[in-house]
């Protein structure tokens, strides 16, 4: 009995494996030709700065608009995309597309100072980035580049460290994602001359109750400001949390308390009408 239910058991077990490896495979097709149809958009979310509540940019976060099961999220597509090596292509495809809704803003009378892009680690390890960049003409100090801290645990670094400092050098900023929920010191990163710190939401959610994380909060900021590197709290979900930020000196927020990722439409008649000055 025991050997029966322990042969049932493997085989639950290698159909289940089965299972995940068709549908995983499935996926993997679906996104290869997701790519082709062009289904990959890019939203926007808002930040504003935490004193004068301006709009001071937005970040592009990709979508797939999936025929079947409607917008996903990068955790649904992410991981089997770096299994496909596709992630630097998708990171392509979005700072194209921002390129493109930048000049459509401008064209609308709304101005949108900075668009902040995630840029995944095979993209800053690829060789040939730098002269991709170049072809796309970037406008300087208006887009930047966010870097999550373990890109900078990889092999490779000499490839990374050179592409930084000639992204650098073609005018776009770094800003260091998610900080906090690595092992990398601060001090070490901010080596790296970012721009902006960005605070993950993990030590931002909890600031309102935990004097831990508040405390955390507070010496990031204040060691980030000492160097001249501008902080952005990410996961603002509250108005209290938006403003306790904004008394640990903050710069700059982000989270549903302003404003949820948006298709280009929405963010675009969101702007307009909500988070830009008439001018006098
Ligand atoms: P991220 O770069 O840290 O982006 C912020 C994520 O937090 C976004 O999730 C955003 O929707 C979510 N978020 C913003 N405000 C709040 C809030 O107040 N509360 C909560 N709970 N969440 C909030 P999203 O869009 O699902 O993206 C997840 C991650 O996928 C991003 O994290 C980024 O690491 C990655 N990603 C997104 N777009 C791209 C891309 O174009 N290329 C690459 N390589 N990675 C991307
Ligand atoms: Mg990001
Ligand atoms: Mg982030
Ligand atoms: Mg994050």
Redesign the pocket.
């Known amino acids: 009995r025991a050997k029966a239910m322990g042969r049932n058991r493997h085989e639950f077990f290698t159909q289940n494996l089965q299972a995940e490896i068709i549908s995983h495979k499935r996926t993997a097709d679906e996104l290869l030709a997701g790519i082709e149809r062009q289904e990959f958009v890019t939203w926007y979310?808002p930040q504003f700065d935490a004193v004068t509540t301006e709009l001071t940019g937005v970040?592009?976060?990709?979508r797939w608009q999936h025929p079947h099961h409607g917008i996903l999220?990068?955790?649904r597509f992410?991981k089997i995309a770096e299994d496909l090596n596709v992630?630097s292509l998708?990171?392509h495809i979005?700072l194209e597309t921002v390129l493109r809704d930048k000049q459509r803003w401008a064209q609308m009378g709304l101005h949108v100072p900075k668009v902040s892009?995630?840029?995944?680690s095979r993209r800053l390890h690829d060789q040939s980035l730098v002269e991709v960049l170049t072809n796309l003409d970037i406008p300087p100090n208006q887009i930047s580049f966010?870097l999550?801290e373990s890109i900078f645990l990889d092999e490779h670094e000499d490839i990374a460290a050179t592409n930084l400092e000639q992204i650098k050098a073609l005018g776009i900023d770094i800003e260091i994602?998610?900080f906090g929920t690595g092992h990398t010191s601060i001090v070490s990163l901010l080596k790296l001359k970012p721009k902006r710190l960005k605070i993950d939401?993990q030590l931002v959610m909890p600031i309102l109750h935990s004097p831990q994380e508040r405390a955390l909060v507070r010496s990031i900021i204040e060691i980030a400001r000492s160097l001249g590197v501008e902080t952005v709290a990410?996961?603002?979900?509250t108005m209290q949390h938006a403003a306790l930020l904004r008394e640990l000196g903050c710069d700059l927020l982000?989270?549903?308390?302003f404003a949820?990722?948006l298709p280009f439409n929405d963010f675009t008649t969101m702007a307009l009408a909500n988070w830009t000055r008439v001018a006098a």
């Not at 970040?59 to 990709?62: D, I, N, P, S």
């Not at 892009?117 to 995944?120: D, H, K």
């Open positions: 979310q970040e592009a976060l990709v999220a990068p955790d992410l992630t998708l990171d979005v892009v995630n840029v995944s966010e999550v994602d998610d939401r990410e996961g603002v979900e982000q989270g549903y308390a949820r990722p």
